[in-house]
Every structure is written in C-alpha cells, then in structure tokens.
C-alpha cells in the first residue's frame, strides 16, 4: 500500500536554528499538509498546500514557517529560527483530489526537539 | 472556536468486550467525520471514514448524528492489538480542508 514517507525521524537543533524536515506524498495525491503533536496534545493543523501554493494555514503558521515543493515528489517544511515551543512531533499527510474530502494519510513523522 | 471534545479516558476493558466511544463537534459546518487511531509516538492510521448512513468494517461501527452533533465508534469482540488512542476528526464541507482532531481516548484491551 502506498505511503507518506518522512524524514528525517528525529531531529535535534539548537534553538536559533534552521531546520528543514521533508516528505514524500502519496504519488497520485495533489493536496498536501502539515499538522504538528505538541507531546500529550491534540494533532494540529498548520498548513495545506495545493497547486504549488499554500491553500489555508493556522495562526501557528507564522512568519517563521514556510513550505515548498522543490520537485515533483518532495514536500519540505522549513521553520527558520526554531524556538524551543517547536518541539513536537511534525506529521506530513495527503490525499487525493475529489468531490468531496478525501481521507488524509499520514506519515510516520518526525520528532523534533529544540535544545 | 471550532472544537472536537472526546473523553480521554482510559477504557480498560477485558479481550471480547464491546466499547464504544463518542465524540462531540461544536461546528455544524462541518461535513466530513473520520476515525484515526493513533499508537503511542506514532503517527494517525485512518481506521474508517464515517458516512451519513452509518458504516462498518469489521469489528468496527462508525455512527454519526447529525442533530446533536456527535459521532460514534463502536468496537466489538476487542483485541489486545486494538490497544491505541482514537481520534475523531471532522473538517469541512469545501474540499480538502484541514483536519479538526479531538484530544482523543484510551483504550486498554487487557487479556
């Protein structure tokens, strides 16, 4: 069955710092997002991505925050300046076009830890 | 402020059992239901969308009411391997919209 691939599975940075986390959709899948899991949290929305543009994102989403798809199969995540609140699990998910929404799949994630 | 509330239980229920959990949303625009489960630091798994007529797969039915603004998950005959945390989610009717999850609740399937 095909899947949403992540990487990396874990990553440790320094506050201040850059990260870039990455994912591989589904490949028939044209909408993409980005949900974060504070530990002991809800899953929560940050950003979904369609036509090579950001259809909707959350009051997370901040100016420290972007998305990209660099090619024809990677969806990126960069948060520029990482604070140690970013801490927290990242999932990427997609899911097909269709007339009415389609279920998301998720990846296995990855567990970011700030320092 | 769009809300999904779910009791976090824990259900602790012996193999065999039937547990049932609901979920309430407070957004009546919302269109489309879904139940995830999610295991410890992994990610959501979809288990089953939840469909207006109701559905089953399974051991497992989905419910929803639309009057009072819930959905339900119904498992019979547990397993030791359904030990997880189920989420409820819901988003809109427009296509592809964000996912609103619930806290979601434990389960423990105890032999």
């Known amino acids: 069955e095909p899947e949403v691939t992540q990487t990396p599975s874990h990553q440790v940075t320094q506050m201040g710092q850059e990260v870039i986390l990455r994912c591989v959709p589904i490949s028939n899948h044209l909408y993409f997002y980005w949900y974060r899991q504070i530990l002991g949290q809800k899953v929560e929305f940050l950003v979904s991505f369609y036509n090579n543009e950001i259809s909707e994102k959350s009051e997370i989403f901040d100016d420290q925050f972007s998305v990209e798809r660099p090619d024809g199969s990677n969806f990126t995540l960069k948060i520029r300046s990482t604070k140690l609140e970013d801490s927290a699990m990242y999932f990427c998910?997609?899911?097909?076009?269709?007339?009415?929404?389609?279920?998301?799949?998720f990846g296995d994630g990855t567990r970011l830890s700030i320092l | 402020r769009k809300e999904v509330e779910q009791d976090p239980g824990p259900f602790n229920v012996p193999e065999g059992a039937t547990v049932a959990f609901n979920c309430t949303y407070s957004n009546s625009a919302s269109q489309s239901f879904f139940w995830y489960r999610q295991d410890c630091r992994k990610e959501p798994k979809l288990l089953m969308s939840?469909?207006?007529s109701g559905n089953e797969d399974g051991r497992f039915t989905a419910q929803l009411n639309r009057a009072s603004q819930y959905i339900s998950l119904l498992i019979r005959d547990s397993k030791l391997s359904d030990s997880a945390t189920y989420l409820c989610a819901v988003n809109e009717v427009r296509r592809n919209t964000p996912l609103v999850f619930g806290k979601g609740t434990r389960l423990s399937v105890i032999a």
């Open positions: 998910a997609s899911s097909e076009e269709g007339n009415y929404n389609q279920p998301q799949h």
């Open positions: 939840v469909y207006s």
